[in-house]
């Protein structure tokens, strides 16, 4: 079912070694042990991904965010871990490391890089995305990679890595920005297609990776991360650049870019927009996690009536676990852990894919 890694991966970049580095294998387990008792009403797959280069990369060159993408989801169904699986996102570089044919696609050879960032689900279908050109990539139940994907012609460049979902409109909110394209303000509909509501032509092209948004503006952040092929020394060319300013734009949702209006802002650079207080829950000794992911309890009405669930990598053991926590004793024990067979390297987003949203019920997968 697993084997220990051939290569030596632990040598050059830091995101090379320790639980930063990739696993070689595919991952297939079945009936996994549980400490403590899964609620019974989580019935779906607990999602994450992350870069998990499929051959050993050049590690002068190796930059985390460029690499093969892995997908990992846990299956819970009535009290039970059923299936644990990591599965490679078929990129051009994975089908062609593992011996198979490329995934099909609206465009071959183009728009077909790494995708490693997050999940979402358009229409009743679940992508694995990544932002800066690369097209989505669909999943089956089972995380096998199906099809690269333009929401049915509907995307005019590649998608985001981190869209937001609007409970009010049912939509999803997306920048998307790429080499030789102005950013795009783009909205997903429930119907899993897309439409460019804005192009805002700048002088550069900024890294946006995160979309904030109120009733009536996206948020756009124009920060000094910006494409600098010329002076990139790695894979990933988004480079610090010292001579430009920060400036968050606000957009008419209806995307009317004459009233786009720019604000300065302290110089910075902003991956992510979070509102609000922190509290702590300690793993312990060695342990760390992953972006915890909240799962609201069906039918709740309070609005931390649910779990957070996170992966969980144990140093001690060089092995991962799911640890659900009660969202109202976030303090407290946890309530399971699932113990995996595989250590689940660092990453970046997931999300809960419950099964009851493949009737479309579902705004996403994160
Ligand atoms: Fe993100």
């Not at 570089?93 to 183009?110: D, V, W």
């Not at 002076?231 to 209806?254: C, M, Q």
Request: glycine letters at 8%; charged letters at 20%; one cysteine or more.
């Amino acid at each position: 079912m697993n084997r220990e890694p051939a290569h030596d991966f632990t040598s050059g970049s830091p995101y090379l070694t320790a639980n930063f580095a990739p696993v070689e294998v595919e991952t297939t387990a079945f009936d996994l042990k549980v400490t403590g008792s899964i609620p019974a009403e989580l019935a779906g797959r607990f999602l994450r991904i992350g870069p998990n280069p499929a051959t050993p990369p050049d590690a002068a060159s190796y930059h985390w965010f460029a690499a093969t993408g892995m997908a990992h989801g846990l299956r819970l169904r009535d009290g039970k871990a059923e299936w644990f699986r990591s599965r490679f996102v078929k990129d051009a570089a994975a089908s062609t490391a593992m011996g198979r044919e490329p995934i099909p696609g609206p465009a071959p050879q183009r728009r077909d890089g790494p995708v490693n960032t997050n999940f979402t689900r358009v229409g009743d279908k679940v992508y694995a995305i990544v932002e800066a050109g690369s097209l989505p990539v669909e999943l089956d139940y089972e995380l096998e990679s199906v099809a690269r994907s333009d929401f049915d012609g509907t995307l005019e460049t590649g998608f985001t890595g981190h869209p937001k979902f609007d409970p009010v409109t049912g939509e999803q909110h997306a920048l998307t920005y790429e080499p030789g394209e102005p950013v795009r303000y783009v909205s997903v509909g429930r119907d899993g297609r897309a439409t460019t509501k804005a192009r805002i032509d700048l002088p550069h092209i900024p890294l946006i990776h995160d979309v904030a948004f109120t009733a009536s503006f996206i948020v756009v952040p124009d920060l000094p991360v910006t494409f600098q092929p010329q002076t990139a020394r790695t894979a990933f060319p988004w480079l610090w650049d010292e001579s430009r300013e920060s400036r968050i734009g606000l957009l008419p949702r209806n995307g009317d870019v004459s009233r786009l209006q720019w604000f300065s802002a302290p110089r910075c650079f902003v991956f992510h927009f979070v509102n609000g207080t922190s509290e702590v829950h300690d793993f312990g000794p060695g342990r760390m996690t992953l972006e915890p992911v909240f799962v609201r309890r069906p039918g709740a009405v309070q609005e931390d009536d649910g779990w957070i669930m996170s992966y969980v990598y144990d140093g001690n053991r060089n092995l991962s676990d799911v640890v659900i926590l009660d969202a109202q004793d976030f303090a407290g024990e946890p309530i399971a852990t699932i113990h995996l067979p595989v250590r689940v390297p660092f990453g970046f987003h997931g999300g809960w894919a419950a099964d009851t949203h493949l009737s479309r019920e579902a705004p996403d997968a994160s």
